[in-house]
């Protein structure tokens, strides 16, 4: 009874000593009352987990201008208690710039601290920082979901021991410009965990030496967990997209995954077991493979390559790549071996060149390789079949026949689906019965869908090999997005028991409103959605019609993809209107296709000679701005070009030449005598002032127009609208003002 009571005095103790609490964010600033700071400050200081949900919807501007590093400034968010960050479909805003001699923006060939002639405007930290360094950590989880990031260094250093979940999670455009250290998205410290799930990660840049700079990395880790992800355009192949080092009994699962143009695995350590299931990797639709694109297991455990698609463009390495001296795509470097089941494995050309890499390479002792009688590895002139049989020890490897559709040159964003599409007839095709159950090495749990969400068991009891099931349902694509419009390709559904199909609908709402359908003749497998609304993110999906429009005549419906179509950009109409040392620009607001605006950038240069300075605006409803500071007698060349939804806008352009004639802020030194009306005005322009005096009225530019004395009503109905200069002499003085013309 005496133990029973100090449990429960134990508990009580425990629990009025922690009390989780949630922290709405409400500002659009990172700090300050009501800030992400703030939250991330009071949740630290609170001991146990709590909860920071943001209001739904809500746009953070995380722009740290003329950011310094060092220390916890590395970091925007420090988090060192367990907490979960639930942004509610809202977004974190960085803002990277950079200016090359050119006036050109954000040029990604050469990180801007090491390019000659860049000026950099505005730098970004690294995201968060999980847990403590240097400190055990193990108390700490951190979870983050329903969050967009964009423009940060990186995304996030987890300390010893801490564990960072992911979940819907994007992150866009992380280029790591601090002082051009090259550093990947994630990395994990001893003990350190990460869990990803339902995100995408797309547009990184490191600058990194090729296959060193890793975009998700760890150094005597646990786990890594990946499942439902998209990895699009990081680093271009030049890093690996992970390369892991884990302790003992650690492990590396990715399931139902894309993987393109973003670099390889490269697995080492003491991780137990690493398995890649259900997913696709594609090293790029037109290039070499790179450094960083090659699969290599250097772990002691095995690596399980299940029902997955590999496809690399061709097998010939580029310069980086030859110069480490890989031999192989596919690499067994360490005491673990690659296990590949129900997998294709292929190139979308082949070469005959001598300097070809194997696609499966052993350094390692004993075998490293093995291979079920439902994997298909394409043969090359250094590997034939009989070579790739005797290192899988699979006599009866798939080998022959024709496998994908290749080569192909892809037409879609995303050009994977294209990529790896099953031959028919080919040798992919309803190839493994539906007993055979693919299984989630994450929980367990049998997989239905392929990784592009269509069933992975067609109507016959079928899947196929690889990670793309062609079958009764379409496989749909995006294809070109363009103003208004969205286009769209799908595949032919298979085995349709001979019933011709008469049709296909497509099937297309605003994403949580009602939809609408157009159908398509049967002998199109494009089509293109027009009068969509820019700006607006729709979803899409095709099912094939065997009869009449009925349900029970429709075939399975497609996957699901979703597009924000977008109008053309238009440059802003820029007046230049010169004065004493300074030049006031006015302009109209541009044209934006339906994108969300950002900021403005105003740019300006002696003409014919070099870059002055820059002005950023981040209001769009301002359209002034008057540069001071300005030699009189230099002509200057003004660009101004808007950012809305990353995208740079053409540029409008004047040029004017400030002259101490030209001073337009000083007629109010008359103290009141002298007044003129309207302004703006239309046809005629009154001046009041009793004494006598000479009025001239130039264009923007210096050109006299009307040279008039004492005339105290200036007809102005001929002129077209503008600005124009104003100029009032008394006796030895001349005062001068802007005057818009309607």
């Not at 009925?550 to 075939?555: A, C």
Request: proline share 4%; charged share 15%.
């Amino acid at each position: 009874m005496k133990k029973q009571l100090l449990i429960l005095v134990t508990l009580f103790c425990i629990q009025i000593g922690y009390s989780q609490t949630t922290y709405t964010v409400t500002s659009t600033s990172k700090d300050g009352p009501g800030s992400i700071n703030e939250a991330i400050d009071l949740a630290n200081s609170n001991a146990g987990a709590d909860i920071i949900e943001f209001t739904p919807g809500l746009q953070i501007d995380a722009t740290h201008l003329f950011y310094i590093p060092g220390g916890l400034a590395d970091y925007m968010l420090n988090i060192t208690e367990s907490v979960t960050i639930d942004g509610k479909g809202g977004a974190l805003i960085g803002s990277q710039r950079w200016i090359n001699p050119s006036g050109e923006w954000n040029s990604l060939n050469n990180c801007p601290s090491r390019a000659t002639g860049e000026s950099i405007l505005a730098s970004m930290p690294n995201f968060m920082q999980v847990g403590t360094i240097n400190v055990d950590n193990t108390a700490i989880t951190v979870t983050v979901k329903n969050l967009s990031i964009e423009q940060f260094n990186s995304i996030a250093k987890v300390r010893e021991n801490a564990v960072l979940e992911f979940e819907n999670f994007n992150a866009d455009k992380i280029w790591s410009t601090l002082n051009c250290n090259s550093r990947g998205l994630l990395s994990a410290d001893a003990g350190a965990s990460i869990s990803i799930k339902n995100s995408q990660f797309i547009n990184t840049v490191n600058w990194g030496v090729p296959a060193t700079t890793s975009e998700i990395s760890s150094s005597n880790a646990g786990d890594l967990t990946i499942e439902n992800t998209l990895f699009y355009n990081n680093n271009g192949g030049n890093q690996f997209a992970i390369s892991w080092d884990g302790q003992p009994n650690s492990k590396v699962n990715i399931v139902s995954s894309r993987f393109m143009l973003s670099g390889g695995m490269f697995i080492s350590g003491s991780v137990s077991v690493s398995n890649f299931v259900n997913s696709i990797w594609v090293n790029e639709d037109d290039s070499n493979p790179k450094s960083g694109d090659r699969i290599i297991n250097s772990a002691s455990g095995d690596m399980n390559i299940t029902a997955s698609s590999l496809m690399w463009n061709n097998n010939f390495c580029d310069g980086e790549c030859q110069s480490q001296l890989s031999e192989s795509l596919i690499e067994r470097r360490g005491a673990g071996k690659i296990n590949f089941k129900e997998s294709a494995i292929g190139l979308n050309n082949t070469s005959g060149l001598a300097t070809l890499l194997n696609t499966l390479g052993n350094t390692g002792t004993g075998a490293g390789f093995t291979a079920d009688t439902e994997t298909w590895i394409q043969p090359t002139t250094n590997q034939d079949v009989a070579a790739l049989r005797a290192i899988t020890f699979q006599p009866v490897l798939r080998s022959n026949g024709t496998a994908f559709n290749s080569p192909v040159v892809p037409s879609t964003l995303y050009f994977d689906a294209e990529m790896v599409t099953p031959a028919f007839p080919g040798e992919l095709i309803d190839i493994i019965p539906a007993t055979s159950v693919l299984t989630n090495p994450i929980n367990s749990t049998p997989i239905t869908l392929d990784v592009f969400g269509n069933a992975r068991n067609d109507a016959n009891g079928l899947r196929d090999i690889g990670a793309f099931q062609l079958g009764l349902a379409p496989a749909l694509s995006l294809g070109t997005i363009t103003d208004g419009s969205v286009g769209l390709s799908w595949t032919e559904p298979l085995h349709h028991a001979g019933i011709a199909i008469l049709n296909y609908r497509i099937t297309y709402s605003e994403v949580g409103g009602f939809g609408d359908f157009v159908d398509v003749p049967s002998t199109d497998l494009t089509t293109t959605i027009t009068g969509l609304t820019n700006g607006v993110e729709y979803e899409f999906s095709v099912q094939a019609n065997y009869g009449a429009i009925t349900p029970g005549n429709l075939g399975p419906q497609s996957n699901t993809v979703s597009a924000t179509p977008y109008g053309t950009m238009t440059a802003p109409a820029v007046t230049a209107t010169p004065g004493n040392t300074e030049v006031t620009l006015s302009w109209n607001a541009p044209d934006l296709g339906g994108r969300t605006f950002q900021l403005l950038n105003i740019l300006w240069f002696e003409q014919g000679g070099d870059f002055v300075d820059v002005h950023t605006i981040y209001d769009i409803n301002e359209t002034t701005y008057t540069v001071t500071g300005l030699t009189n007698g230099t002509t200057y060349d003004f660009k101004i070009s808007a950012k809305a939804s990353e995208k740079v806008g053409p540029t409008g352009t004047a040029s004017a030449t400030p002259d101490t004639g030209l001073g337009i802020d000083d007629l109010d030194l008359l103290n009141g005598k002298l007044s003129y009306y309207p302004n703006p005005v239309n046809d005629y322009l009154h001046i009041n002032l009793e004494e006598q005096f000479q009025a001239r009225l130039y264009s923007i530019n210096g050109v006299l127009l009307i040279d008039a004395k004492s005339e105290k009503t200036i007809d102005i109905s001929n002129f077209t609208s503008g600005t124009y200069i104003l100029q009032i002499q008394v006796e030895d003085k001349t005062y001068s003002g802007k005057i818009l013309k309607k």
